[in-house]
């Protein structure tokens, strides 16, 4: 019995010391980005929203990769999700806005810019200028 529980505890410490959390699997994912390698940023940023449902930012990030090797829909819905989960997310609205106006849905594109420049993005006020008009 002894055995057992010193087996268990020592499987529950391990798991414990070589546990990732999600930041450090979205902190991967963005240098994978940075470094071109996208499909392992996809598969870190994965990670990072398997650890934390509710992880905006890995959502957003891993919407940007998307939709940099063309997946537009899937970057859209990253985007949503991000801005579903922190409703204030000016970078998610920015991005979804723009991926929208590139995508031909320009009244709902230009409405994301429009929140976004409401939640304080600055980029968001040149975009409009040049996508809105």
Not at 39 to 56: G, M
Not at 79 to 105: C, H
Not at 114 to 124: F, T, W, Y
Request: net charge positive.
């Amino acid at each position: 019995m002894k055995r057992l529980i010193s087996i268990l505890v020592f499987v529950c410490l391990a798991q414990l010391l070589w546990a990732q959390t999600a930041n450090e699997f979205f902190e991967r994912g963005k240098e994978k980005a940075n470094l071109g390698k996208y499909k392992e940023a996809i598969y870190e940023f994965n990670r990072a929203i398997e650890t934390d449902r509710k992880f905006a930012k890995a959502y957003n990030s891993r919407g940007v990769v998307k939709e940099i090797i063309g997946d537009f829909r899937g970057a859209i819905k990253d985007y949503s999700t991000a801005i579903d989960i922190e409703p204030g997310f000016y970078l998610a609205y920015y991005n979804r806005g723009l991926v929208k106006i590139f995508m031909g849905q320009q009244e709902s594109g230009c409405e994301d810019l429009d929140k976004a420049e409401a939640l304080g993005h600055r980029r968001a006020i040149k975009a409009k200028k040049e996508c809105c008009k």
